[in-house]
């Protein structure tokens, strides 16, 4: 095929640039020879990015504290963060990278109970500690993980309990699609009928759902005294605007316990999410002066106008301190010898409350406060102190079965 | 004698990479050995779609589906069997079966271009979306959940044929993916140049012209489809060998597009275009994850625009055509040669 | 009788939606037969444009929805028209490509520069009841706006100098240009009608999905769907193909669940391309534009 010159220059240009790609050398930040190589796997891109951005930023502020304050064990730390782009696939492979390659001391990954359970048996497999830091539904029994996010145990109960007394004993049900979606609305069925009440409709959406209009006729047909929201992600966040559309803002009210994690009382507008009740470990308006300070410090780091530190971001940052304790105490970055020692029980002071490491489950005894949203801020109005794990404890003892690594379906 | 550089080229270059799976797990560690892993898995689904578009004319946007079927398939059916052996033959079977009832639907109804692209879109879209629906405990199949969004995890790995207790390591995984892939294209190189191939290549440039001379058009591009569905599903039990999960994920838009990216990128037309493609973008994104600067999507579609504006035949016949002149000095002779490479 | 009306509202509320959504791709379509994919992407830029307007520089909302949206992606489309697809022309799998690489770069800019947490617009007018139900008063409006579009395209087909040009370049490109007629100059404010249009339903829908950087995906496969389904023919293939798809959808999802609707749309669109393979207006209506 006769080229000419121009079609010459233009080809190998960009065949060169095209091939040169290949050889890029790798991102992650040159270490110093003694860093302690931390890896955190989240999605800062895609469908999931809403709940990911803060919390790379807490994992960040705390690794920055942990080196301003000499680093651990008097090395210091290297966060070293994938971006999995709401790619379950990336999971998969970055959480290979973070035990084989890089050598992570601890990884903090996945938002979803999906992205855990891909990530949950590489790290297993490669002998990587794993730290999930999100509430979700409770179950996983595996020494090689902590979780440090609420269960359904802790906050749904309390909220359930609320709630039918202040509003009434019917419920209508929306939720996500997902395992974390049907296990929390079998917990608030089973509460509500505890609590003398009924669930007159349940309704499942998956993730990328944005057409509601069909189930707020229906949620008006049922006449419910109230409605339980289990929506996950940015999508589902037009539920509550075409609520506010139709005019049903103030005349029934909603109850939900993923409400908030994505800063949807910062991009809704008020008059969308007033009154909206959640329960949760973390609000940033926590009263006490630890927290204050807490606040401060970290607006100063990433400027007052932040959007807001959500519950998931503290619980990333709350993982990252207990993390660094175990390792203090133990004396050593080794995987089993920190495992042992943050089953010693480990407790910490921190801007959420106390919390405590619970040796059976790995799980943690943390505060919950229900808090009502008024003009994009979270009031306090109830608390309650020291929840453990009781969901998760009725079907996990690491003390007895400390080979036990899998996720158990609780029994309702 | 002149060697014929069309055979020997593929075939010295298959002889090649043979020998290198067979050492490269000496020598590697784990976790490149893993990435090359997956990045082979994937070529394979990008040779699939090279064969089915690239000498079928068949412009497939949902091949993802197949690739979908096949983990899938893999998966329901080693946690209910226990021994991997059959639910591989379901991971290709299911897919081509699935291809060749869509092929029917489709070709025999005279749908071609770009409707054929809408059908294919919307066959992966309602399987994505169904997928994602099967959250409950109540969907399952045997004993099987399928999970719904969360997707099926703890997928036993291939073990040595009806030997379900010596399960491959990952480096004998990894011979095999590489001996499979190396396998397929043999295959299909040998499939083009045979009289089926020409045939096929002759409907993809004028399908009427093909008819008219004789030659059953819909059978086919039925049977170049079915393969092709097959080897997707090869693609996706593998797939799913490698994660030890399979999610909804896999029958996405994104996943789609990306197939499709592969091979404009690495050269529509060609077979190993796709495949170095493949891996040069996966290798690419993965390193992108890594920064927070520069979105991976935002690379991804520059790529894209670049070569369809650009080099709009890909990156392996410009470079071939690149070798080509500054080896022999001349321009080539025959515009249009085929070559399975 | 009250969920009679609400239930009719919500289905003709949908084929608003989707009239709305594919309008611009049909434009382009029909006109330049070229697949815009990243027309999902117009409609996310309308989007945030009618949202940064109106939070960060307090325009009123109505107007950054209905003027400054349309207009501002409208002439986004005429650029990328000159920069892209003009070298594009009469390969329609090419154009496709490209496109869709351009919603890709998109899509990521979009992420780069707003990231997540891109304050919403909560729907200005309020919720209407109909007997005892309480339903959007937001959808009154968005079937308002469609049946605004739809009837202007067709005054602007029908009665207009720049309409005239616009059928005969559809009808026969070569002759309309040996007629006269600037096809370059044509193709050229079709992109940009066919952008702005687009523009305007991102703008629109706004206050009711709110506006992310990945609106855009999910938004293309519907239009591009009914664009094909509903054929050549611009204003009564898309409310056709619009009216046949939302119809089906919104009734299978009141009955079970959204996600069916969603399946319920996509078989039905393969059906409809499998016995009509030129679309609803290949085979009837073939005389209307």
């Keep these: 095929m006769a080229m000419n010159r121009r079609a010459f220059l233009r080809t190998s240009a960009i065949s060169a640039a095209a091939l040169s790609t290949l050889s890029l050398k790798s991102f992650s930040a040159f270490a110093a020879e003694d860093a302690i190589n931390i890896a955190s796997l989240y999605d800062n891109s895609g469908g999931l990015d809403i709940y990911g951005k803060p919390i790379v930023d807490a994992l960040t502020f705390a690794v920055e504290e942990l080196n301003s304050g000499g680093g651990l064990l008097g090395r210091p730390l290297n966060l070293i963060k994938y971006d999995t782009q709401s790619n379950m696939q990336l999971y998969a492979q970055y959480a290979q990278q973070a035990a084989l390659k890089d050598r992570a001391a601890v990884v903090h990954a996945g938002i979803t109970s999906a992205s855990r359970e891909v990530v949950r048996p590489v790290l297993d497999r490669y002998k990587t500690l794993y730290f999930y830091n999100n509430q979700y539904e409770g179950g996983v029994c595996d020494r090689n993980f902590f979780g440090t996010g609420v269960t359904p145990g802790q906050t749904v109960e309390k909220l359930v309990s609320h709630v039918t007394k202040k509003w009434g004993k019917k419920v ?157 105490q133990a004396g050593t970055v080794e995987r089993m010898a920190v495992i042992e020692s943050l089953e010693k029980g480990i407790s910490l002071e921190l801007p959420s409350g106390k919390v405590s490491v619970d040796p059976a489950t790995h799980h943690c005894v943390l505060d919950v406060h229900i808090a009502e949203v008024r003009d994009r801020r979270l009031e306090v109005i109830e608390s309650f102190a020291q929840q453990g794990p009781s969901d998760t404890a009725a079907v996990c003892n690491l003390v007895k079965n400390p080979r036990d690594a899998k996720q158990y379906s609780i029994a309702l | 004698m002149p060697v014929d550089t069309r055979t020997l080229l593929p075939v010295l270059g298959c002889v090649m990479a043979a020998v290198l799976v067979a050492v490269l797990p000496q020598w590697l560690d784990l976790f490149t050995l893993l990435s090359l892993t997956i990045y082979l898995v994937m070529a394979l689904l990008a040779l699939s779609l090279a064969f089915i578009w690239g ?199 994104a996943q789609s597009a990306q197939i499709i990216i592969w091979v404009i990128v690495g050269g529509r037309g060609t077979l190993f275009g796709p495949i170095l493609a493949c891996v040069g973008i996966q290798a690419l994104m993965a390193r992108l994850g890594e920064q927070q600067h520069v979105d991976s999507g935002f690379v991804l579609g520059l790529i894209l625009l670049t070569f369809v504006m650009l080099l709009p035949r890909g990156l392996l016949p410009a470079l071939s055509t690149l070798a080509t002149r500054v080896v022999k000095r001349r321009p080539q002779a025959t515009p249009a040669q085929e070559r399975a490479l | 009788m009250d969920w009679a009306a609400i239930f009719s509202l919500q289905i003709v509320s949908a084929i608003a939606t989707l009239v709305l959504l594919s309008i611009g791709l049909a434009v382009v379509f029909g006109m330049m037969k070229i697949i815009n994919l990243a027309h999902g992407e117009f409609m996310m830029l309308g989007g945030y444009v009618a949202v940064l307007a109106t939070h960060n520089l307090h325009v009123p909302i109505w107007i950054s929805i209905l003027v400054l949206a349309p207009l501002s992606v409208g002439l986004f489309g005429m ?33 780069m520069l707003f990231g997540n947490t891109t304050v919403g617009i909560s729907s200005p007018l309020p919720g209407i009841s109909i007997g005892a139900y309480q339903t959007s008063g937001y959808g009154l409006f968005v079937i308002a706006v469609a049946v605004v579009v739809l009837l202007g395209m067709w005054a602007l087909l029908r009665f207009t100098h720049f309409g005239l040009c616009a059928r005969a370049t559809m009808q026969n490109a070569k002759m309309a240009a040996a007629l006269g007629a600037n096809p370059g100059r044509i193709y050229s404010l079709t992109s940009g009608l066919g952008a702005a249009l687009a523009g305007l339903g991102g703008a629109v829908l706004a206050p009711l999905t709110g506006v992310i950087p990945t609106l855009g995906a999910s938004y293309i496969a519907k239009a591009f769907i009914t664009v094909i389904g509903g054929g050549s023919a611009v204003i009564t293939g898309t409310l056709t193909a619009a009216s046949g798809f939302g119809l089906i959808s919104q009734v299978v999802t009141f009955f079970s669940t959204p996600v069916f609707g969603e399946v319920a749309l996509l078989l039905a669109a393969i059906v409809l391309i499998r016995v009509l393979p030129q679309g609803i207006t290949g085979r009837f209506f073939r005389r209307a534009f």
Aim: with cysteine; hydrophobic share 50%.
């Design chain 2, 55 to 253: 000498f079928g004319g068949i412009l497939c946007f949902g091949q993802a589906a197949f690739f979908g079927l096949g983990a899938y398939a893999y998966a329901i059916g080693v946690l209910n069997i226990g021994d991997s052996t059959w639910p591989v033959v379901l991971a290709i079977a299911v897919p081509a079966l699935v291809a060749a009832a869509m092929g029917y639907f489709m070709f025999y109804g005279g749908i071609s271009d770009v409707y054929l692209g809408v059908i294919t879109l919307a066959v992966t879209l309602i399987l994505f979306n169904v997928m994602n629906s099967t959250s409950g405990s109540e969907y399952q199949i045997g004993s099987a959940l399928l999970g719904g969004f969360n997707g099926i995890p703890a997928i036993p790995t291939l073990n040595v044929p009806f030997n379900p207790d010596h399960v491959l390591e990952p480096e004998t995984l990894f011979q095999v993916i590489g001996a499979t892939l190396i396998l397929c294209y043999l295959g299909l190189c040998g499939l083009l140049a045979s009289r089926f191939g020409k045939v096929v290549v002759a409907i993809r440039e004028n399908e009427q012209r093909a008819g008219l001379l004789g030659y059953d058009t819909r059978l086919h591009k039925l049977i170049v489809f079915s393969l092709g569905g097959g080897i997707a599903g090869l693609a996706g039990c593998l797939f799913a060998n490698w994660g030890a999960f399979v999610s909804p994920g896999v029958f996405g838009l």
């Design chain 1, 172 to 328: 209508y049900i929306v939720a996500a699609d997902y395992n974390y979606g049907q296990i929390v609305t079998a917990w608030v069925k089973k509460y509500v009928e505890q609590a003398g009440g009924q669930s007159v409709g349940i309704e499942f959406f998956p993730l990328d759902v944005t057409n509601f209009g069909a189930t707020i006729s229906k949620i008006q047909e049922a006449k419910p005294d109230f409605v339980w929201s289990a929506l996950v992600g940015g999508a589902h966040m037009s539920f509550y605007r075409q609520w506010k559309a139709a005019g049903m803002t103030g005349k029934l009210p909603i109850a939900s316990t993923t409400f908030a994690g994505g800063n949807e009382h910062i991009v809704l507008s008020s008059e969308e999410s007033n009154g909206i009740l959640i329960c949760q470990n973390y609000v940033q308006e926590l009263a006490t002066p630890q927290n204050q300070a807490f606040v401060e410090r970290f607006h100063k780091r990433f400027g007052a106008d932040y959007p807001y530190i959500t519950e998931l971001a503290m619980g990333a940052y709350q993982g990252m301190m207990l993390w660094a304790e175990g390792v203090r």
């Design chain 3, 79 to 111: 650029l990328v028209e000159r920069l892209l697809v003009r070298h594009l022309y009469g390969r329609m799998v090419d154009t496709m490509l490209a496109t869709w690489g351009l919603s890709l770069a998109l899509t990521g800019t979009a992420t």
